[in-house]
């Protein structure tokens, strides 16, 4: 009698074992299912994330060429009646004339030199859709992406440039701009409103690697903020300043090109994040293998 109640409750035992490994079955399919959506909303992410950034680049930049553009209407007039005093029987009305000519074409001419570069660094940004593989130079992209920021930098920040003119690398041109963008706009923001604001881009180079070092002269990141800049939606700034997405962005994107990111600071004496790019994207792509994508586009 008693064994069979031990019978029982072993049956019982099975029953229940295997109720609850098909619920764990079930629990894991739900959890992968789960971590594709989330993986997908990740990419979603980075993509909306992206367009945000787009906007509020554009928005950048049309303040950027206003400032020109008005500085070329504005001479413009002044400049065709000087044009007309030319005429004037008075030598020394002529001569004077010709001077304040000479004067506003320089403005007109530096003006349009401002417009145009503006408009050739958005070239070179765009130019880069992110699906395709291009050969870029390196030290061109910082200088684009410098270009673009100069709104934000301009305010008392030193930029210096150390370039080792690196030369190319064959990736994602638009990404790689994007992760430059992202780490000078955080400069900038880090050097906001203090003295000896410095930011320091220093590329080097060898066969195999392009090494990029953004350094600033920012207050540096705490001990208890550093292990978490990495993660999305981390911020310190303030709602509608940041939204903690670039760093996270710019982790993903050098390590779909098979890069590595690093992170070195000092409360009150800066920081210096270093990207080390692999020449070639195809080194690496590490997602995309996992997932069995097909990856990059033949070349
Ligand atoms: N150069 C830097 N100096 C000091 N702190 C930094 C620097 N770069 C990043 N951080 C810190 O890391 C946090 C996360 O940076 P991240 O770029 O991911 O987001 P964010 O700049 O706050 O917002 P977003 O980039 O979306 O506008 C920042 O809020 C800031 O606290
Ligand atoms: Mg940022």
Same mark, same amino acid.
């Given at each position: ?14 029953? /229940? ?23 997908? @909303? ?11 950034? *787009? ?12 400032? $020109? ?8 007039? $002044?400049?065709?009646? @000087? ?12 001569? %004077? ?9 320089? +403005?007109?001419?530096?003006? /349009?030199?401002?417009?145009? /570069?503006?408009? #050739? @660094? ?5 130019? #880069?859709? %992110? ?22 930098? !301009? ?20 990404? *790689? ?10 400069? /900038? ?23 990029? !070092?953004? #350094? ?15 993660? $999305? ?15 996270? *962005? ?21 920081? #210096?994040?270093? +990207? !080390? ?10 997602? !995309?293998?996992?997932?069995? %994508? ?6």
């Amino acid at each position: 009698d008693k064994l069979r109640s031990t019978e029982e409750v072993n049956l019982d035992l099975e029953r /229940a074992v295997q109720m609850r490994t098909a619920d764990l079955a079930r629990k894991n399919r739900e959890l992968a299912e789960t971590l594709d959506k989330l993986t997908r @909303a990740q990419e979603q992410l980075v993509r909306s994330e992206k367009l945000a950034s *787009i906007g509020q680049l554009v928005a950048g930049i049309a303040h950027e060429i206003n400032n $020109p553009v008005n500085a070329i209407v504005n001479t413009v007039g $002044p400049l065709e009646e @000087a044009i007309g005093e030319f005429n004037s029987d008075d030598p020394a009305v002529r001569i %004077e004339a010709a001077k304040d000519v000479r004067d506003m074409v320089r +403005v007109v001419q530096r003006g /349009a030199q401002r417009t145009k /570069a503006i408009v #050739t @660094a958005l070239h070179n940004y765009s130019r #880069t859709d %992110e699906e395709s593989v291009v050969d870029f130079d390196v030290d061109r992209s910082i200088d684009d992406s410098l270009e673009l920021l100069r709104h934000l930098l !301009k305010l008392n920040v030193t930029v210096v440039k150390k370039f080792g003119d690196v030369g190319r690398v064959r990736g994602h041109a638009g990404q *790689i701009n994007q992760v430059f963008m992202n780490l000078l706009t955080n400069a /900038a923001q880090a050097l906001a409103g203090r003295e000896n604001a410095i930011v320091t881009i220093e590329t080097t180079g060898d066969a195999a690697h392009v090494q990029v !070092k953004i #350094t600033d002269t920012g207050p540096g990141i705490p001990t208890h903020v550093l292990p978490r800049i990495w993660d $999305p939606f981390f911020t310190t700034k303030d709602v509608g300043e940041g939204t903690g997405l670039g760093l996270s *962005i710019v982790h993903e994107l050098v390590e779909r090109h098979g890069g590595t990111i690093e992170v070195a600071t000092e409360l009150g004496v800066g920081t #210096t994040f270093t +990207v !080390k790019l692999p020449r070639e994207i195809s080194a690496l792509e590490p997602r !995309k293998r996992a997932t069995g %994508e097909s990856g990059l586009p033949k070349r």
